[in-house]
């Protein structure tokens, strides 16, 4: 069964950061674009972040740059969203996907995760 499993939600302090994981199980992982992706009450899904299979290119969108890194670890199967700095307005479930990058920003393609809630409150 092809899968993928976020991990690392929860409930964090103005200006905390926590690290999501995105595992894949029934495929490698290595051979795709992955994305994360996330929504709020009431809001549309919205693009994170995305980074190619090989590394070389990575999306951010713009109200994360700077505070979110993407990375990879193919010998573990699994992609990361390292948050930092975060502020109530990033609270969301996040999801991750595969994906394919756009002109001017990425989608989600397919084998979505059931998401993690991330909770920014004090």
């Known amino acids: 069964q092809v899968q993928l499993v976020e991990s690392g939600g929860g409930l964090v302090q103005p200006g905390g950061s926590l690290r999501l994981s995105c595992a894949a199980s029934?495929?490698?992982?290595?051979?795709?674009?992955i994305g994360w992706f996330r929504q709020a009450p009431g809001k549309e899904r919205e693009g994170v972040s995305c980074i190619s299979s090989n590394n070389g290119r990575k999306y951010y969108a713009d109200s994360v740059k700077g505070r979110f890194t993407i990375s990879r670890d193919n010998a573990k199967n699994t992609v990361y969203l390292q948050m930092n700095s975060l502020k109530p307005e990033d609270t969301a479930v996040y999801y991750c996907a595969t994906a394919e990058f756009r002109a001017y920003d990425c989608s989600g393609l397919g084998s979505w995760g059931q998401g993690t809630q991330v909770t920014v409150s004090s």
């Open positions: 029934g495929f490698t992982l290595a051979s795709y674009a």
